[in-house]
């Protein structure tokens, strides 16, 4: 919502019932693509009058996707995996105008190279962060600076909505309906 807030958009959130999709066959891109289309979609046939925005993010290590934790066990568990290493946190967005008959599908991927990190700076962190909400177990605005070395690409897109390319994407949503 602050990613929002700063772009200086008026918004009202509202939670989609769509459940989250899960077909291994599909890559991170997809996946998150289809997750934020199904988002979008479920809240923009409430409000069809609406310009509706669904996003999903993922963190990915080569073709092992990491979504939220499912208890503190797989949190440190996932940081210890991705400990040392460079991975690639997707997010997929979707913007639907339902009466307007139109959308837009894109995403955007980050590079993120975690410090190395023994079991006792694992347990530091998540003393300070709750994971359990949390791609990839992890939040790079809530003390990343323990556990993130480097990113390559979007900060915005590793918290979770890639801001930049979504002002480029509402300009363009806007000019089609317009122009």
């Known amino acids: 919502m602050e990613l929002l ?4 958009l008026e918004f009202q959130v509202i939670s989609s019932s769509a459940p989250e999709a899960h077909y291994e ?10 997750n934020a289309y199904r988002k ?36 440190v568990r996932m940081l210890a995996d991705l400990q040392g290493r460079t991975h690639q946190v997707v997010t997929g967005v979707c913007l639907i105008h339902g009466r307007a008959h139109r959308q837009r599908l ?18 530091r962190y998540l ?13 790079i605005q809530e003390h990343g600076e323990l556990i993130v070395q480097e990113i390559s690409g979007s900060f ?8 930049e390319r979504l002002q480029a994407e509402l300009k363009a949503f806007a000019e089609t309906q317009t122009g």
Do not use: M, W
Request: a positive charge; proline letters at 4%; one cysteine or more.
């Open 40 to 75: 979008a979609r479920a809240v923009a046939k409430r409000f069809p009058d609406a310009l509706v925005l669904g996003a999903d993010t993922l963190v990915c290590l080569g073709n092992r996707l990491f979504g939220k934790p499912s208890n503190r066990a797989d949190a």
């Open 156 to 163: 915005s897109n590793v918290v979770g909505l890639p801001v």
């Open 106 to 123: 894109f995403s955007e991927h980050t590079d993120v190279t975690f410090r190395a990190l023994d079991a006792a700076a694992i347990d």
């Open 127 to 139: 003393k300070r962060v709750d994971p359990l909400d949390k791609a990839g177990a992890y939040a």
């Open 5 to 8: 807030r700063q772009l200086g």
């Open 25 to 34: 066959q599909l890559t991170a891109r997809e996946l998150c693509q289809l």
